[in-house]
């Protein structure tokens, strides 16, 4: 192999890479984000919402009164969550209510666009059902 043509390849390999870039950071693996809208409407103010995405395939957050987990996979722009396992603890009626309702939503979850420090989450019938910013720079 001559040197023009080992050059060729050198930067035909960090075009490749280069490329691949972009899109895998646009993944949800090793993110946290914290809902800015639920169904419509903002988040309550006194209640801080959060989840985080794993690179092994496992996601954990914080629902308003309990801590919570459970799996996710991805396949292009489709997502699937769940099931997921919270911790027990009661808290006021309107922390609980918005808890059920958070984590029903992201179970639901079938579709989620990533722009940046932005992230969607649509159901089944496309609708969109949070958005998020997100809240982890590294």
């Not at 972009?22 to 903002?42: C, Q, T």
């Amino acid at each position: 192999m001559n040197m023009t043509t080992k050059s060729v390849l050198v930067v035909l390999a960090g075009l490749f890479v280069n490329s691949m870039g972009p899109a895998m950071a646009e993944g949800l693996a090793g993110s946290e984000w914290r809902p800015v809208e639920l169904n419509g409407a903002g988040q309550p103010g006194d209640t801080t919402l959060s989840v985080q995405f794993g690179a092994n395939g496992r996601l954990n957050g914080f629902s308003g009164c309990n801590r919570f987990s459970g799996g996710y996979t991805t396949s292009g722009e489709r997502i699937t969550i769940g099931p997921l396992a919270s911790t027990r603890m009661a808290c006021e009626e309107t922390a609980m209510q918005t808890e059920a309702r958070f984590l029903k939503m992201l179970e639901a979850t079938t579709e989620f666009q990533r722009e940046r420090v932005k992230l969607t989450f649509r159901d089944e019938q496309r609708t969109v059902v949070a958005r998020f910013a997100q809240t982890d720079w590294d």
